[in-house]
């Protein structure tokens, strides 16, 4: 619909004040066919009685006016829309006049008397326009900030999935480490069980005392399990971003896959440079390696087991270092290897090359988020046969 067929209540105000009887009248005349709804004021008084009470888009008012003078006029209708246009006319212009209007964001700033007073009528098309463009760029940038705010609020949804995500696939391979963890207890437990046994029948207090502080070490061995445990099962979502020493990292990492039954073929190598810290989450990095050493050491006694010559080989290799600009990692393993067809599927969710049960898939594909979350990398290599090597690099300032 063009702005000629527009209804009346749909077209834009637009407002002349002159104290010529004369003067109002031509303009009047000069904009009778143009798509405004006209409204005129004789004096300021009554012209701010308009804006204050309507919709003002346009004005066209005279400087010098009995009562409140145009300026006044051009600071209320900027004050009531700040995108209300307005031109002002006088017959006594001065520079310091012009400039003041041209401060106030006056559109233009015309002498009179008018030379052509169609002149005037294209001026208001111009200003028309200008108040169109900024109308539609108000309307952009609102449009701009609700998709802006739409989409934060889709990517703290996609944070918090990938928190659950993450949190989940911890928990599910808790289920492979509790078996060894809970072999583990047992050993101090049954040797907890027997000293107390033997301290109620000990009549020397020397000896009872050795049982006490035997139990004591038993204890605190079963403490220190149950705690490394709870410890990586803890939500990283509410733990602080710090300097983590990736050397603690691994070996705490090792520590847990150790602990858990099917490691029993498997020999470990690490080799940590010292003093290696990256600006992370511990148990986020934490994450990452004992999923890769666990993945690692599952793949070699695998191969171990499926091997009826007993010479397969058995070792799983950390390491860690700083290179220019970044800290890097390995874990390598000497298992059955991943068919090259299948290594660009590995970091896909719900991909698993284990058997039906023993793996949700989320796993490397929680690695792959972590690492990348901290502006990581990660690279895959595999032979067939000969095993598979994971590469990680952090960026790390000076």
């Not at 346009?58 to 004050?79: F, Q």
């Not at 109620?200 to 000896?207: F, G, I, R, W």
């Not at 992370?280 to 990095?285: D, F, I, M, V």
């Not at 799983?316 to 067809?341: F, H, M, T």
Request: hydrophobic share 40%.
């Amino acid at each position: 619909m063009s702005t000629s067929t527009l209804p009346p209540e749909r077209r834009k105000q637009l407002l002349l004040v002159d104290d010529e009887p004369v003067i109002l009248q031509v303009l009047k005349a000069v904009f009778e066919d143009e798509p405004y709804r006209l409204t005129t004021a004789s004096n300021g008084k009554d012209a701010l009685a308009v804006i204050a009470t309507s919709q003002v888009d346009l004005v066209i008012t005279d400087k010098n006016l009995p009562d409140v003078g145009g300026i006044e006029i051009l600071r209320a209708a900027k004050a009531k829309d700040p995108l209300a246009e307005v031109i002002i006319l006088t017959g006594y212009g001065s520079l310091e006049t012009a400039l003041t209007a041209l401060e106030l964001d006056a559109f233009d700033y015309v002498l009179k008397p008018l030379n052509n007073v169609f002149d005037i009528r294209n001026k208001v098309r111009k200003a028309d326009q200008k108040q169109q463009m900024a109308m539609e760029n108000r309307r952009l940038i609102q449009e701009l900030s609700r998709k802006n705010a739409e989409l934060e609020a889709a990517l703290d949804d996609a944070r918090a999935l990938q928190a659950e995500l993450i949190q989940s696939e911890k928990l599910a391979g808790i289920g492979t480490l509790a078996a060894g963890i809970a072999h583990e207890i047992s050993s101090p437990l049954f040797g907890i069980l027997g000293l107390a046994e033997a301290v109620t029948d000990e009549q020397d207090l020397a000896l009872a005392q050795g049982y006490a502080r035997d139990i004591v070490e038993y204890c605190r061995t079963i403490r220190d399990i149950v705690v490394d445990l709870s410890s990586y099962s803890r939500s990283a979502t509410h733990e602080y971003l710090t300097s983590v020493e990736l050397s603690k990292v691994i070996a705490d990492a090792l520590k847990l896959v150790e602990r858990s039954a099917p490691v029993e073929n498997v020999v470990f190598s690490t080799e940590i440079e010292p003093g290696l810290y990256l600006n992370a989450r511990t148990n986020e990095l934490q994450q990452v390696f004992v999923n890769l050493i666990k993945n690692a050491a599952e793949a070699v006694n695998d191969r171990v087991l499926a091997d009826s010559t007993g010479l397969a080989p058995r070792t799983v290799v950390v390491q860690a270092g700083r290179a220019e600009g970044v800290l890097w990692a390995r874990v390598a393993d000497s298992g059955l290897g991943i068919p090259e067809d299948r290594l660009r599927l590995i970091f896909d969710p719900f991909y698993t090359t284990k058997p039906a049960g023993k793996g949700t898939g989320l796993g490397l594909n929680i690695v792959y988020r972590i690492v990348t979350k901290y502006r990581g990398q990660i690279q895959v290599q595999s032979k067939v046969g000969e095993g598979t090597e994971f590469n990680l690099r952090f960026p790390v300032e000076r």
